[in-house]
């Protein structure tokens, strides 16, 4: 493929093999749909920096869907210390009117490490499912891609929490 160009690759002889390439597109847009609308974002012990949890219980009742915005989510992938967020959808949703605690599941995401320029590398990814709280409770079900092993990893994050 004349337009693929691979600069490195790791793992090839494991079932995560990955590489770091580019392709030359002869036209490349970005097209962004900025319909988001931010309606809570709190800390990492769930103190609420601005919005609330009822507007985004009732966005979320009203049809709306939910995006979450995870601070420091791949922390543990490099020792770069690099400040980042990771944005997933969720899919369902669940809000407990005693406690005042909206919980997230979401679609499957990839963490790769930190890093500028984004590069894969060996042990420096996995993928797996969140399950996220307004509390600032992170679950993340991890899956090892070179074991296919899962595992749960536990994490206070703060969460900017947006619907459309």
Not at 109 to 126: F, Q
Request: contains cysteine.
């Amino acid at each position: 493929m004349a337009k693929y160009h691979e600069h490195d690759s790791w793992d090839g002889e494991t079932n995560a093999p990955s590489s770091n390439f580019t392709y030359d597109f002869e036209l490349f847009r970005y097209l962004v749909w900025d319909c988001w609308e931010e309606v809570l974002s709190h800390d990492a012990d769930g103190d609420v920096r601005s919005g609330s949890v009822e507007a985004l219980a009732t966005a979320f009742s009203d049809g709306c869907a939910v995006r979450v915005g995870v601070s420091g989510l791949c922390a543990d992938l490099s020792e770069s210390g690099l400040e980042h967020e990771v944005f997933v959808e969720t899919g369902s949703c669940y809000y407990y009117l005693d406690q005042r605690v909206f919980i997230a599941g979401s679609h499957p995401v990839v963490r790769v490490s930190p890093g500028i320029p984004l590069r894969y590398e060996s042990k420096g990814w996995d993928f797996g499912w969140l399950l996220l709280r307004t509390d600032g409770a992170v679950v993340y079900r991890r899956c090892d891609p070179y074991t296919l092993g899962f595992d749960d990893r536990e994490s206070k994050c703060a969460i900017r929490w947006l619907v459309r």
